[in-house]
């Protein structure tokens, strides 16, 4: 079993930047980040590999965030600049482990392992 705790969301103005951090107990395989609109489907936003630090974006991320990964700490981030509005959401860290079944790296099923949410508000 694995715990992320994520921290790092807030409040910021249009062209801001905020600096999300996922914390994870144990050793992943793949970590990535969803946001999520009440009442909306999960979001993949960033995607990368633990081992080796293969990264996926989502089109709509257009060269604005990068996420990575220090596997010391074995906590993930995701550096988004340039926010807009759109970007907010609550954000949610995700992670599987060496075994758990894979449906694809944007699909939410491929990650067994949840964070709580963090709340990113981008307005004026």
């Known amino acids: 079993q694995v715990q992320l705790v994520e921290s790092g969301g807030g409040s910021v103005q249009p062209g801001g930047s905020l600096r999300l951090s996922c914390a994870a107990s144990?050793?992943?395989?793949?970590m990535a980040w969803f946001r999520q609109v009440p009442g909306k489907k999960h979001e993949v936003v960033a995607m990368i590999m633990s081992v080796d630090g293969r990264t996926e974006y989502s089109d709509f991320v257009n060269g604005r965030f990068t996420i990575s990964v220090d596997n010391s700490k074995r906590t993930a981030y995701l550096q988004m600049n340039d926010l807009t509005p759109e970007d907010t959401d609550v954000y949610y860290c995700?992670?599987?482990?060496?075994?758990?079944?894979?449906?694809?790296?944007?699909?939410?099923?491929?990650?067994?392992?949840w964070g709580q949410g963090t709340q990113v508000t981008v307005s004026s």
């Open positions: 995700a992670a599987s482990v060496i075994g758990d079944p894979f449906y694809g790296w944007d699909a939410p099923l491929s990650y067994k392992f």
């Open positions: 144990g050793d992943t395989r793949r």
